[in-house]
């Protein structure tokens, strides 16, 4: 099975803090997304990537950049950390050309910034 | 544009009952279409997939959808529902481009 992994469950963090949140996945997809999620709101892009170094921005990349530097990793970048960045964050990835399978996601980060 | 819409915030339902929940889309062609769910505190697993074919789809945990052209709808069903299925469903739509569309999800209680 596809596996994707996010660093940290939990994270807290004080306001203008640099925040780096890590996602890997093990099954050489070409496609990797970065979505928050808040009530009533449901799953927002910020970001995703479709190869190496490749980035293109979601629906909200205020407040955030995002680097791929293999292919199996994509990181969030908060560059300064805000109370109203406090949410789950959901990592995704996708095979690209088989893109009918869907994303796989990782279990999430709650990141609460105080 | 597209679009999902999922009319229902939150459903109730009693253990052993059935189950429907809603999920309207707007796409230019025909779409491929999902349901997920999401427990609490985790990532959001495939339920099921519709992308051509069989209208009826089946999925994981007994749950089924059928895609309705002319109504552009993919409704989520399950005919007996578990205390264990009490979490967060999210419908998606897509792909423009590289990119999935998700509703605001359902949050489904079961009742003793």
């Known amino acids: 099975d596809v596996k994707v992994t996010q660093s940290s469950r939990y994270l807290v963090k004080r306001t203008g803090e640099k925040v780096f949140l890590e996602c890997v996945q093990d099954?050489?997809?070409?496609?990797m997304f970065w979505y928050r999620q808040d009530p009533g709101l449901g799953l927002r892009l910020i970001y995703f990537?479709?190869?190496?170094?490749?980035?293109e921005k979601g629906d909200i990349p205020e407040g955030y950049s995002v680097s791929r530097e293999k292919k199996e990793r994509f990181s969030l970048i908060l560059e300064s950390a805000s109370t109203n960045q406090t949410s789950m964050y959901l990592c995704?990835?996708?095979?690209?050309?088989?893109?009918?399978?869907?994303?796989?996601f990782g279990s999430g980060t709650r990141l609460t910034v105080v | 544009a597209q679009s999902v819409t999922q009319p229902d915030i939150h459903i109730t339902v009693s253990e052993g009952a059935s189950l429907e929940l809603r999920c309207n889309y707007s796409?230019?062609?025909?779409?491929?279409l999902f349901w997920y769910v999401q427990s609490p505190g985790q990532g959001l697993q495939l339920l099921l997939k519709y992308f051509s074919g069989d209208t009826l789809v089946q999925g994981i945990k007994g749950f089924e959808a059928e895609f309705k052209r002319s109504q552009s709808s993919f409704n989520l069903r399950k005919p007996s529902v578990h205390w264990s299925d009490a979490a967060e469903y999210f419908c998606a739509v897509g792909p423009t481009g590289n990119q999935f569309y998700f509703g605001t999800g359902t949050s489904l209680t079961v009742i003793p």
């Open positions: 995704a990835s996708n095979p690209g050309e088989r893109r009918r399978e869907g994303y796989t």
């Open positions: 099954m050489d997809h070409e496609n």
């Open positions: 796409y230019g062609a025909t779409p491929y």
């Open positions: 990537s479709y190869d190496v170094k490749m980035k």
